[in-house]
C-alpha cells in the first residue's frame, strides 16, 4: 500500500510463533516513509505486537528514505501523441468520405475514380522512393546502359549502304 509519502510493505506466512500467538504464521509490517535528503535513512523497530487472546502478532519496521517522495499519482486522460493521432485519422476519414461524395454526386465518377486526388494516390509510394533517394544518395545517379541502341551503328545520311546492319 502506499501514499503521497509512504510505502507499506507486508510480509507474512513467516515461521510460526513457539509459544505464543496461537502458533500463527510471523507476519512483517516495513513502513517506508519519506526522507528527501536519504535515499536510505535510518531503519528501526517501531512495535512487536504479541496478543495472547486474538492470535493477531506482528512486527513493524519504519525506514525513511527518499525513494518514498517520489510516488505521484497516476494521470488519467489521453496523452498529446492520441489525441494528436485521433484528429489526424478524422481529418483523413473526413477527406477521403467528402471526397468519395463529392465525386461521386456532383461530377459523376464510378469505380476508381471516386477516389480523390486518384493520380497523386497512385504516384505516392514513387514520390516516397524519389524523396528517399533525394535525401539518402548522395550525388546524382548514373544509370549505365545494359546495350548500345541501333541508332548508333546507323550509317550517316550520305551513305546509303545498310551492311552496317547485318551480322558478319
Same mark, same amino acid.
Given at each position: 500500500?502506499?501514499?503521497?509519502?509512504?510505502?507499506? @510493505?507486508?510480509?507474512?506466512?513467516?515461521?510460526?510463533? /513457539?509459544?505464543?500467538?496461537?502458533?500463527?504464521?510471523?507476519?512483517?509490517?516495513?513502513?517506508?516513509?519519506?526522507?528527501?535528503?536519504?535515499?536510505?535513512?535510518?531503519?528501526?523497530? @517501531? =512495535?512487536?505486537?504479541?496478543?495472547? =487472546?486474538t492470535g493477531y502478532c506482528y512486527y !513493524?519496521?519504519? @525506514?525513511?528514505?527518499?525513494?518514498?517522495?517520489?510516488?505521484?499519482?497516476?494521470?488519467?486522460?489521453?496523452? /498529446?501523441?492520441?489525441?494528436?493521432?485521433?484528429?489526424?485519422?478524422?481529418?483523413?476519414?473526413?477527406?477521403?468520405?467528402?471526397?468519395? @461524395?463529392?465525386?461521386?454526386?456532383?461530377?459523376?465518377?464510378?469505380?476508381?475514380?471516386?477516389?480523390?486526388?486518384?493520380?497523386?494516390?497512385k504516384d505516392f509510394g514513387n514520390l516516397?522512393?524519389?524523396?528517399?533517394?533525394?535525401?539518402?544518395?548522395?550525388?546524382?545517379?548514373?544509370?549505365?546502359?545494359?546495350?548500345?541502341?541501333?541508332?548508333?551503328? !546507323?550509317?550517316?545520311?550520305?551513305?546509303?549502304?545498310?551492311?552496317? !546492319? !547485318?551480322?558478319?
Open positions: 500500500m502506499g501514499g503521497t509519502d509512504w510505502i507499506l @510493505l507486508s510480509y507474512s506466512n513467516g515461521d510460526p510463533y /513457539s509459544q505464543h500467538c496461537k502458533q500463527t504464521n510471523r507476519t512483517t509490517n516495513i513502513m517506508i516513509v519519506c526522507d528527501p535528503v536519504n535515499l536510505k535513512g535510518k531503519f528501526q523497530i @517501531l =512495535e512487536e505486537r504479541k496478543k495472547k =487472546e !513493524l519496521f519504519e @525506514l525513511s528514505s527518499s525513494i518514498a517522495c517520489t510516488i505521484t499519482p497516476v494521470k488519467k486522460g489521453l496523452s /498529446s501523441g492520441s489525441i494528436f493521432c485521433i484528429i489526424f485519422f478524422t481529418l483523413i476519414g473526413i477527406y477521403f468520405s467528402v471526397g468519395f @461524395l463529392y465525386k461521386r454526386l456532383v461530377i459523376g465518377a464510378k469505380g476508381i475514380e471516386q477516389v480523390p486526388n486518384y493520380s497523386f494516390w516516397q522512393a524519389d524523396g528517399c533517394d533525394f535525401i539518402c544518395r548522395c550525388g546524382p545517379r548514373h544509370e549505365e546502359h545494359a546495350y548500345r541502341g541501333i541508332d548508333d551503328q !546507323l550509317p550517316k545520311e550520305e551513305d546509303d549502304r545498310d551492311d552496317q !546492319l !547485318l551480322a558478319m
